[in-house]
Every structure is written in structure tokens, then in C-alpha cells.
């Protein structure tokens, strides 16, 4: 039971703690079809006749939200916001247009139409004023009259085809927003209103959603997330307990499919979601609003326990998946601009906090994103704020998250060092594919420092809702060049993407985990294999982060093993931003014209603006440019052997989609071969005041000592007295293990996985 207050703390405390979770007042009887170890049990009580509102409020969520109006200044500053928007066209007649563009005038209409009617609903229950009820109610009545008349979408996709909207997503989207407003004018409508619109409005986009597009439905994918999410809502504000057992379990509704099925089958035992954290961020939303659906009408499920609170640990994993300004890191399809300021981050984050014992350091984020949602949760989490106005920082660490179910799919090593704008963050990745959203590029290291994407990931090639953009959807280029493995900051063989850029293949494969080492603060490694995207070549990546007195900033240590019986081209690419400085390298503009580098796999749309090789045997290569307020130098083992391009994106762009970016691109042919480099931030600049210091690196080598089966050590010499000698262990990432590699007159001994002798 939500109790009257009495007094704030003892509210916040009791309201969603977790020993509260199963007496919230909800329908359905006390039967616990959870078993012993947290997976579903198909045991489903009879649905008991709803008291509506029933979906994200119900009777006591609405008192509690009036008892608190006035308390909370970031919530009553939504609420407002929210009423005076809602003024602007709360007297206009409905606007319900035929679907005719896939991003333009007609998507976004009935866009902010399922907005509106979800807010006029919500401020209906909250104000009594009876104009909102009327505002939905009339919105419905069109809604009636226009949904039976739709075929096909003329902008849909061929193979998945919407009504209301060009794909079926968006259909879900707009039921789910709907559902909440028919839920919450439910008992203003008389029995014929509300049979008109179950029959010509919530009943056939059920159907619609879980029949005609059933393959989706009952996949492991976030559209099918939002599909039974909204169809389950459907089913729990109709009172219709075969809709409401189809969400859960499935069209067949024996546990096969459904949102539990999804719950245990799309994250790790981690929380990390499969698709990486762009499309995480736009799942968590249905998972935690159907949750709390859910637990508002079954709370016997225990919906928020499920999967060792799965539901959690997701919510964490993606917020620790960003940078340090909030930007996602842009794995797989992603939108370089996507961050945790999203509002579909801002409610399962805000639910988290309710229902998940008031950790305050989410508070924190939610200071960064600036407002909560319209709802109870985003109140209690206003509350919270009230009382916690300076709340401790959310705690990004370096951590690991395993992918795949189980949690034997690879995975994602994050490494940390510093704070605020003086943190740098390595990532590796070493998950499976991520669906029909994932990337050939196994064993790719992004790199961040400054507050900046320093080596970058492409993301995706799209401009999302916008319509001049092939209507806002991916582009042909996302397919030829952003998936493409020559895209990312990792190694390609022989101009071929990984896996030869085979969905089929790529998706039943996936990279290993080495071992990851964070607890040394001046020395943070980790390391990952792969064996199954080249056939014939093992690849070992090992990438540390390395702090140092006579540095001002944490160096990133990148060594890059491959092995194969045959002779290959590896190309080692690093995308960087910002402007070229200098390097050591013998190069050959390419001034009065420019070619592709290749003619394939993404090397099609690379213009050769320079190449170059090494002038003199015994040097490393270096590369520095200037990015921010900061100089970065690439100091890598290399010989005269060794060919570099500088390359930028553009070639065979027709319509211009391409992003213009920089790469410089190592090349060796061998059989076996270790990248080996150090990424190096240092000095300043500052424009302003015209000044700069510190523009030429401190590392001046980088070479390879030797690489057997056992190990491979490297060694770094710079200035200020700097030689590092860094021993990683091929054989066996044991921590017991006993290593030893001799290099020329030297031998090095080591126990563990990595070591680094400083001198």
C-alpha cells in the first residue's frame, strides 16, 4: 500500500523500497509464479476487473502525486511546462491526417498527437479538469474513424510494413503512449465509447502488431520489446487476460517468446543489453514501462526481482557505457549524438530510483539531464532531489560487462583514469554481433580524453526523422561503409571485412574474452581474442592504460598480435578528429588528384590524400595532431617495410551522406605480425590567448622485443628518464601462471597475464 506521508523521509522510504515492492494495491491473487532460481514460471492468475487507472498510475499513485504538488520543484516544473503546452492546442479540433511520408508531416502529426493524448491523460487524472479527458476522448473518436480505413503505409518498408506509421515499431510506440491515455479517461467513457474504441482502434492494432507481424513479435530484438510491451498494456486496460498472456509468454504463450523470455534472453547476466548501449537506451524504455505495468496489476510476478534484477543492472551497465559528458559510446548503429539526456533514458532511469531502493547517486544524473517524467516515479525522484540537493557523483569505474545470456558471448572492457574532464576512457570490444544493429569490427578500441572522442567509432550513417534523408532511415552507405571493419580503430585482413561481412556467419560467432586488470591504478589492462572473423588468423588485442609521475596524463598502450600460417595485408587503422602536426614519416601528397583506397568492403569511400613510409630503419613511426585543447602523438613499432595512408572519408558518396573524417592507416604485410603503439596526450592549447606548451611528445619509441607463443614484450623509452617494458602473457591469463620470454640477451620472467617493469 502507497501510504499517506508522514513526513517526507519516512514516505521516500517506504514507498518503493524493495520489501514494498508486493504491496503496492494491485490486482491479481498472491500466487508467486517465480521458481527458485529467478526464471519464469508460466502460472498466470486470472486477471481481476481493473480499477483504472490501472497501467503507469493507478488511484493511490494519483493521491500521492497530489499530496506531493508543490514539494517538488523539478517535478512541478514538468507538470507546468507540460499544462502550458498542452494549452496551446487543447481547444484546436483533432488533427488525425492520412498516413502518407515516412519522417514528414503526416509521421510527425501523429507523433505528437500520441504525446498529447498520454499527457492530456495524465493531467486529466492528476487536475480533475475535465478539457483533458475531452481532448483525448475526441482525439480517439478520429482515431476510430481513420484506423479501419488504413492499408499498407505508402512509405513502409516492403518486407515489414506499418498502417498508422511507415514501420511497426512506431505503431507500438504510439499504442503504448495511447494505452496510458485510454487508461486514464477509462472511466469517463460510457460502455459504447469505450466498445467503439477497443473494436475499431485497440483490438485491431493488437492484432496488427502480434499476428500480422508475429515473426517480430515474438523474436529477441527491442522491436519486439515495444510490440509486446504495447500489446500487453493493450491487453491489461481491456481486461483481457489471452492479450496479457501473449506479452508475457509469447504468442504461443508457453514461455517461448514474450517480454520475461526477452528480459532473460537480450541482456548478460551484467546487464549489458546486445545490441550496445545507442539501442539499449531505446529498450530500456518498454522494459521498465511494461514492468511497472505489470507490477501494477500482478505484483505476485514480481516483475522487478526477475533475472537477479536484470532490469537493474541494465540501467547501470548502459550509464557506465557512456562518456563524460553522457554521450553513449558509439557502438554498432549508433547516433553520434545520442546521450543520457534522452528522454527515453530519463524514465527507466527515474524507475530505477523508485523501485530500486533510492540509490542517490543516480540523482546526480538526473541533475545533468535536468527534468524527471511525468509520472510517480519522476515525482519520487524530484523528491529525492529536494532532499539531496548535492547528491554523490554517479561511480564510473572501469569495469567489464560479459555479453550473451549466459555470459560466454565476449564482451566489453571499459578503462577509466582521472575525473571530470581530466578523465581519459579506453573501450574494447569484444561482444557478439548485436543483431541485425551490429558491426564487423571485432576487437575495436575506441578512445576518449578531454571530454572528447579522441579515436572514434563512425556510429551509423543516418539522419534520423529526417525526411530529405531517405526519410530518416539508415543509408546505403550504413551497409557499405559503417558496418564495414575498415570503419573501426581494429585490424583488417587482406581488404576484407570480418566474417567476410556475412550476417549469418557473424552473428553465430563472436570474440573472447582475455582477461581484464583494473585494480592497479597506474597500470589498467585488459585483453581480448579472436579466432572466428578471419579464417586462418588468430588476433589478441591488449590495450593498458598507464599513469605515470613524469606525465601529466595517462597514456594508452595498444598491442595488437596477429598469427596466421599464411602471409596476409594487415591494415591498422586509427580514425581520429582534429588537425594534423607533424610526423617522421616520408610522405607523398596527393595533391592535384585523389583515388579510393580499394574498391570494396568500405575501401571504396576512402579518398588517399597522402602515403608514406618510414625514412629510416630503427625509428617508431609518429603521428601528432591537435584535438581540443590537447596534443595527441601515435608512437608505433614500424620499419621501412611498413606503408601508411592518410585517408578521408567521402569517395563514391553520391548524395553526400558521409561525415568527412580523417584516418591513418598502418599497413604490413606478414604472416605473423604485433601492432604495437602508444597513444599519448600531452602539453596545450589555447587559442584564445594565442599560447601553446608541451606540442611534441614525450615518447620517442616504441619496439617490439620479441613475440612467442608464451608472451610478448614491448618496450617504451621516452623522455624524463621513461622506459616501460611491457610483458603480456598469449599463452594462458591465469594469475598464477609463470611466464618467461627471452629477448636477445634478456630474459623476463612474470606471473599473471600483463606485467610492466618501470625503470
Known amino acids: 500500500m502507497i501510504h499517506k506521508q508522514i513526513g517526507l523521509a519516512l514516505a521516500l522510504a517506504s514507498l518503493f523500497s524493495p520489501l514494498a515492492m508486493g504491496v503496492l494495491p494491485l490486482r491479481g491473487n498472491n500466487t508467486n509464479p517465480v521458481s527458485a532460481d529467478g526464471s519464469a514460471s508460466l502460472a498466470q492468475p486470472a486477471l481481476a476487473p481493473a480499477k483504472h487507472p490501472c497501467l503507469m498510475l493507478t488511484p493511490d499513485g494519483v493521491d500521492s502525486i497530489r499530496t506531493n504538488l508543490g514539494k517538488a520543484p523539478l517535478f ?38 500520441e504525446s498529447e493524448m ?20 475526441s482525439r480517439l473518436e478520429s482515431y476510430a474513424a481513420l484506423y479501419p480505413t488504413l492499408g499498407v503505409h505508402p512509405a513502409s518498408k516492403e518486407n515489414s510494413p506499418g498502417r498508422l506509421f511507415w514501420q511497426p515499431l512506431n505503431e507500438a510506440n504510439w499504442l503504448v503512449d495511447v494505452s496510458q491515455a485510454y487508461d486514464c479517461i477509462y472511466n469517463t467513457l460510457t460502455p459504447e465509447e469505450r466498445s467503439r474504441f477497443e473494436t475499431n482502434i485497440f483490438r485491431p492494432m493488437v492484432q496488427f502488431i502480434s499476428e500480422v507481424h508475429g515473426k517480430e513479435f515474438n523474436i529477441m530484438h527491442n522491436h ?31 514461455g517461448s517468446a514474450g517480454f520475461f523470455r526477452q528480459m532473460e534472453e537480450l541482456f548478460s547476466p551484467d546487464g549489458y543489453y546486445c545490441e550496445g548501449p545507442y539501442y539499449a537506451r531505446y529498450a530500456l524504455m518498454p522494459f521498465f514501462i511494461f514492468a511497472e505495468v505489470i507490477q501494477n496489476n500482478q505484483p505476485e510476478l514480481k516483475v522487478f526481482e526477475r533475472h537477479d534484477q536484470i532490469l537493474k543492472k541494465s540501467l547501470f551497465a548502459l550509464l557506465q557505457q ?44 538526473v541533475l545533468s539531464e535536468g527534468r524527471v517524467s511525468l509520472d510517480l516515479a519522476g515525482q519520487i525522484v524530484a523528491l529525492g532531489l529536494t532532499a539531496t540537493p548535492n547528491p554523490p557523483p554517479f561511480p564510473y569505474a572501469s569495469v567489464e560487462y560479459s555479453d550473451g545470456p549466459d555470459g560466454s558471448g565476449g564482451g566489453l572492457g571499459i578503462l577509466r583514469s582521472g575525473l571530470g574532464k581530466y578523465l581519459s576512457v579506453a573501450v574494447l570490444k569484444y561482444t557478439s554481433l548485436g543483431m541485425g544493429h551490429g558491426h564487423y569490427d571485432k576487437l575495436a578500441l575506441e578512445y576518449y580524453d578531454q571530454g572528447r572522442e579522441i579515436l572514434t567509432d563512425y556510429g551509423s550513417v543516418r539522419f534520423v526523422n529526417v525526411e530529405q534523408k531517405y526519410g530518416g532511415r539508415y543509408l546505403p552507405e550504413n551497409n557499405s561503409y559503417a558496418k564495414q571493419t575498415i570503419a573501426h580503430n581494429t585490424v ?62 595517462p597514456v594508452l598502450l595498444d598491442v595488437f598480435l596477429l598469427s596466421s600460417e599464411k602471409e596476409h595485408l594487415y591494415d591498422y587503422p ?45 625509428e617508431s613511426l609518429s603521428f601528432t595532431w591537435l584535438d581540443g585543447n590537447r596534443y595527441y602523438t601515435i608512437t608505433s613499432a614500424a620499419d621501412p617495410s611498413t606503408r601508411v595512408a592518410f585517408t578521408r ?4 558518396d553520391p ?9 591513418m592507416i598502418m599497413r604490413q604485410k606478414a604472416t605473423n605480425h604485433v601492432f604495437a603503439s602508444a597513444i599519448e596526450p600531452h602539453g596545450s592549447f589555447d587559442g584564445s590567448k594565442e599560447s601553446t606548451s608541451g606540442s611534441s611528445p614525450v615518447i620517442r619509441s616504441v619496439t617490439v622485443l620479441a613475440s612467442t607463443k608464451e608472451g610478448t614484450v614491448v618496450r617504451v623509452i621516452g623522455e624524463r628518464k621513461i622506459q616501460w617494458t611491457v610483458l603480456i602473457a598469449n599463452d594462458s591469463p591465469d594469475p598464477a601462471t609463470k611466464h618467461s620470454v627471452k629477448a636477445g640477451e634478456e630474459t623476463f620472467s612474470w606471473d599473471g597475464p600483463a606485467k610492466i617493469i618501470k625503470k
Open 492 to 553: 583488417v585482413v587482406d581488404e576484407s571485412s570480418h566474417y567476410r561481412g556475412n550476417y549469418n556467419a557473424a552473428k553465430a560467432l563472436h570474440s573472447d574474452r582475455g582477461f581484464f586488470y583494473a585494480k592497479d591504478p597506474d597500470f589498467q589492462v585488459m585483453s581480448a581474442t579472436d579466432t572466428t572473423a578471419v579464417p586462418g588468423v588468430a588476433m589478441r588485442r591488449t590495450v593498458a592504460m598507464v599513469r605515470d609521475k613524469v606525465l601529466d596524463h
Open 649 to 652: 572519408t567521402g569517395a563514391n
Open 224 to 254: 519486439a520489446t515495444w510490440f509486446v510491451s504495447a500489446v500487453g498494456m493493450a491487453g491489461y486496460v481491456m481486461g483481457d487476460e489471452t492479450i496479457v498472456k501473449k506479452a508475457l509468454y509469447g504468442s504461443k504463450m508457453d
Open 574 to 618: 586509427f580514425h581520429f578528429m582534429g588537425q594534423f602536426m607533424e610526423s617522421n614519416l616520408q610522405l607523398t601528397p596527393h595533391l592535384g588528384e585523389q583515388h579510393p583506397l580499394g574498391e570494396v568492403n568500405g575501401y571504396q569511400h576512402l579518398w588517399v590524400e597522402s602515403e608514406g613510409a618510414m625514412k629510416e630503419h630503427g
Open 322 to 365: 557512456t562518456d563524460s559528458d553522457g554521450n553513449f559510446f558509439p557502438l554498432n548503429d549508433s547516433m553520434k549524438e545520442m546521450n543520457f539526456r534522452s528522454g527515453s533514458v530519463i524514465f527507466p532511469l527515474n524507475e530505477a530510483y523508485a523501485r530500486y531502493g533510492h540509490d542517490p547517486s543516480l540523482l546526480s544524473v
Open 655 to 663: 548524395n553526400f551522406n558521409l561525415r568527412h573524417e580523417p584516418a
Open 118 to 137: 498520454r499527457n492530456a491523460g495524465f493531467l486529466y487524472q492528476v487536475t480533475g479538469d475535465s478539457r483533458y479527458a475531452a481532448f483525448v476522448k
Open 76 to 113: 512541478d516544473a514538468a507538470l507546468a511546462d507540460t499544462k502550458a503546452s498542452l494549452e496551446k492546442v487543447l481547444n484546436d479540433p483533432p488533427d488525425v491526417p492520412v498516413p502518407k511520408d515516412a519522417s514528414g508531416p503526416t509521421q510527425q502529426r501523429h507523433a505528437r498527437n
